[in-house]
């Protein structure tokens, strides 16, 4: 059962909690470390990547933040939206399509996030991420916004924002685009053929992606490559070992523990 008191002790949040931006900054940050991303739930679902994007409020709270589940892009913005809400924050649902490893974004509707309204001005709020992404809310304004070695712009191309992040060796890449306006559940009810043809791929690839946020980076293991950010410090290893590829798993979802 939904319930903000125990989402907090949670997140070990104690500090004061308003509709502003430092509660903002803070939960945001503290989510990332608490609950994990783990796309093995989907593992097998094919084209029904996207069902549950309208969560159940309780089972999700029970899945994720009481029984410390991971979850994917949906289920960990969706319920810490639900307690943004409650806190009295203005929030909304946004899509994005993500990068690609050749350049190119993935369709619109990939990615689930969402965005809350301080002083009138949409924020960006992404709890479910895997990474490298910012672990603190950004702005949406053309500025440089420096978080932890690591540096974010949002871009204007055409009818979309694009998020862009460099780290310590400044080469700037997109992490993904969206257009600034709110989504609604339905859209992902009747999928298009891009995002169809596109979680067909991600079925076929049948690659697991987990990660965790800390203080001063991330933690993101995709398949058997663990990629590290630590304060804008990036390195890629790979895991040929079964006990190590186990131990690193256990560490992100805090099995081991």
Request: contains cysteine; proline residues 4%; aromatic residues 8%.
């Amino acid at each position: 059962m939904f319930d903000v008191e125990r989402y907090l002790k949670v997140l070990g949040h104690t500090g004061p909690v308003r509709a502003d931006w430092e509660t903002l900054r803070t939960l945001h940050k503290k989510h990332l470390i608490a609950v994990p991303y783990d796309s093995t739930r989907n593992t097998g679902n094919g084209t029904s990547l996207w069902e549950g994007v309208d969560i159940d409020p309780d089972e999700t709270f029970d899945n994720l933040i009481v029984e410390g589940r991971g979850g994917v892009c949906y289920e960990l913005n969706g319920i810490f939206r639900l307690l943004l809400e409650r806190i009295g924050f203005e929030t909304g649902v946004l899509a994005a399509g993500i990068r690609q490893m050749d350049g190119s974004f993935g369709p619109d509707l990939e990615h689930v996030f969402g965005f809350v309204r301080l002083d009138g001005e949409p924020v960006l709020v992404d709890v479910g991420f895997v990474g490298p992404s910012y672990l603190e809310p950004l702005r949406v304004n053309d500025e440089i916004q420096h978080q932890y070695g690591n540096d974010f712009r949002i871009l204007r191309q055409d009818d979309y924002h694009v998020v862009e992040r460099s780290g310590r060796t400044g080469v700037r890449q997109p992490v993904y685009r969206f257009r600034l306006r709110p989504r609604e559940f339905a859209e992902w009810e009747n999928p298009t053929p891009d995002l169809v043809a596109f979680a067909r791929q991600l079925a076929h690839t049948g690659t697991v992606i987990r990660g965790r946020a800390f203080d001063r980076g991330q933690r993101i293991l995709i398949g058997r490559r663990l990629l590290t950010v630590d304060d804008g410090h990036e390195t890629i290893r790979g895991l040929v070992d079964r006990a190590d590829l186990d131990q690193v798993v256990a560490d992100i979802l805090r099995t081991a523990d």
